[in-house]
């Protein structure tokens, strides 16, 4: 009886007034930058526009391991954040430009012909060379 109960209760709050965030692409990507690091890693770095307070936590969604870059050498990245957006939120108009998103310290492996990361908004894509183009397994 008292784990219905306990269920019924989570049921009825999470239904209520407060949305549960949903990861989504964010819109515009502003800046990025993409650099060989040590041991194997790429360190990646890029600015986002969040549209209003019910957007957070802007982050790279890391490629899978052992994706290999296309013809073009190029591999994708999406940059993700936690959205509340649902009908019936209200979210205040604050607009917030150039948030920088925490870096990506990616380790790739057998990533042969790599020479850039495509950073994908959904709007506006963004294309980053990859700095220190003599690093090993470049």
């Known amino acids: 009886m008292r784990r219905l109960a306990c269920a019924a209760i ?22 990025a930058s993409a650099t060989f690091g040590p041991k194997h890693t790429i360190v990646v770095r890029a600015t986002v526009d969040l549209p209003n307070s019910c957007w957070s936590n802007p982050r790279f969604a890391a490629p899978a391991r052992g994706v290999q870059p296309d013809e ?3 591999v994708q990245i999406r940059i993700v954040a936690d959205s509340r957006e649902a009908p019936g939120v209200m979210c205040s108009m604050i607009f ?42 470049s």
């Open 72 to 74: 073009d050498g190029v």
């Open 10 to 31: 989570t049921v009825v709050l999470g239904l209520g007034g407060t949305a549960l965030a949903a990861v989504q692409t964010v819109a515009v990507v502003h800046s």
């Open 96 to 137: 917030r430009p150039a948030v920088v998103v925490p870096a990506l310290r990616w380790a790739y492996h057998h990533a042969h012909g790599l020479r850039a990361v495509r950073l994908i908004g959904s709007r506006t894509p963004l294309v980053a060379a990859l700095a220190n183009e003599g690093a090993p397994g």
